[in-house]
């Protein structure tokens, strides 16, 4: 039986494979998919497009959301494009902050400064006032008591009539043997005496010489002597610099005394007028005393 099949083995046919298919299709032929099953569209640019829109519409709502969320703070800071916006104004309040403490270190500062003023200048401001307490504490003219008064002309006589010194008059005073009178009293008088004491110096050293006949040095040591006079030195040395005493007279007149009073040897008197602990008057003075001693 002929057939115009071509036969396999014909070798005037092209040699094509018959593998079976599962599911492609044969060689050279579109893919039509298995038999019974509708074939699957190829992912295209189609798709592609519709996830790229798909996102953009994602974007749009994301933008119109932010929007209306700036809207919101806009509003609510007063709707202004020049407001500041809320974290700015938060950042500029921290300087003022700083400057309030500033300023009250600066008051905190004045106020130390001013409760550690110098000493010297609060001294020099309460000197005065000071000042004023003791003359308002001293005693007026008027309300000087009666006892200062009564002091004050006890101190009066004794420096014209016995010519004391200062601290002489004191010790007259306040002696539980003499005045008796308080200290303070006998300070005032002592302060308000009117008395030259370098004058009363000198008129108490011509008493010594005229009538104790005592040496020049015997003189000054009675003017000093805390059991003396008690007058300062530099009165003492006026009054001895300033009297006119004879002193080879007054070593005369006191071996004179020592001859007839103890029946003293000429000798002896002579070592009684130089002695330090005697008269202390000069070598000279002494030898004219014993050459005269029988006139």
């Known amino acids: 039986m002929n057939s115009n099949a071509p036969s396999p083995q014909d070798p005037g046919s092209p040699d094509q494979n018959f593998a079976p298919s599962f599911g ?18 190829p992912a295209g640019k189609r798709g592609k497009k519709k996830f790229i829109a798909a996102g953009c519409g994602c974007l749009a709502l994301l933008a119109i959301g932010l929007a209306s969320c700036s809207a919101v703070v806009l ?3 007063g709707g202004s494009d020049d407001d500041e916006p809320a974290p700015t104004v938060s950042v500029e309040a921290e300087p ?4 309030v403490e500033e300023t009250s270190e600066e008051v905190v500062e004045e106020d130390a ?3 550690d003023a110098p000493a010297e200048e609060q001294s ?6 000071k000042d004023e307490q003791a003359e308002e504490e001293a005693p ?3 309300d000087v008591p009666a006892e200062h008064t009564s002091a004050l002309n006890s101190a009066q006589s004794y420096s014209d009539l016995m010519h004391m010194s200062k601290a002489g008059l004191f010790d007259q005073l306040t002696s539980e043997y003499a005045d008796k009178f308080s200290d303070e ?4 008088a002592v302060d308000n005496v009117d008395a030259d004491w370098n004058a009363n110096a000198l008129a108490s050293a011509e008493s010594y010489s005229e009538t104790l006949y005592m040496s020049k040095q015997g003189v000054y040591d009675q003017l000093t002597s805390e059991y003396g006079e008690q007058f300062l030195p530099e009165e003492a040395q006026y009054a001895i610099d300033t009297i006119e005493a004879d002193w080879n007279e007054n070593a005369l007149q006191s071996a004179r005394n020592y001859r007839d009073s103890m029946d003293m040897s000429p000798e002896a008197i002579r070592d009684q007028l130089t002695s330090d602990y005697g008269e202390q008057f000069t070598q000279e003075q002494a030898d004219y005393a014993i050459e005269h001693l029988d006139d």
């Open 24 to 41: 492609g299709a044969p060689y050279g032929q579109p893919d039509q998919g298995m038999p019974g099953v509708p074939p699957v569209p």
């Open 75 to 77: 509003s609510a800071s």
């Open 96 to 99: 003022a902050v700083e400057q």
């Open 113 to 115: 400064a001013a409760e």
């Open 124 to 129: 020099a401001d309460d000197a005065p006032a």
């Open 140 to 142: 007026a003219e008027g």
């Open 185 to 188: 009293a006998a300070q005032y």
